[in-house]
């Protein structure tokens, strides 16, 4: 039996260093204009609201919308989903939608394949 299933530890080695990257919200990253970013790595933290999700990209740690959460989980938890994240062939889009409970715009992200980072009108 692989009792390694049942490890539930978030701690990925990425390859990549985020100690000196600033963290940084998604509507930070549209008002910079960026679209699409590609996805370096994923990890899950434990805050007073509850568990959170971060994405680490190039130039940031980047807070992920709490609806988030159980995705980034799931790819946390997803082996084929880390080493394709690993070799580089996940990206996402920044994308802005109006929020009728909250009645004000809030930023998301849709997972996109490399193909559509390259085919941008």
Known sequence: ?????????N??????KTENLP?????????????????????LCNT??????NMIIDS???????SMTDTIESILNDSEA???????ECYAR???YHSKTYNK???TFDFISESEVYTEN
């Open 105 to 107: 715009d809030c930023y």
């Open 82 to 88: 880390i080493n394709a994240i690993k070799n580089s």
């Open 60 to 66: 940031a740690i980047v807070n992920v919308p709490k």
């Open 23 to 43: 963290f940084k919200k998604l509507s930070e990253l549209a008002n910079e204009n960026i679209e699409v970013v590609k996805i370096r790595g994923f990890y």
């Open 1 to 9: 039996m692989n009792f390694t299933q049942f490890n539930k530890t």
């Open 11 to 16: 701690r990925i080695d990425w390859g990549v």
């Open 94 to 96: 920044i994308r802005k």
């Open 48 to 53: 007073k609201f509850g568990k959170q999700a």
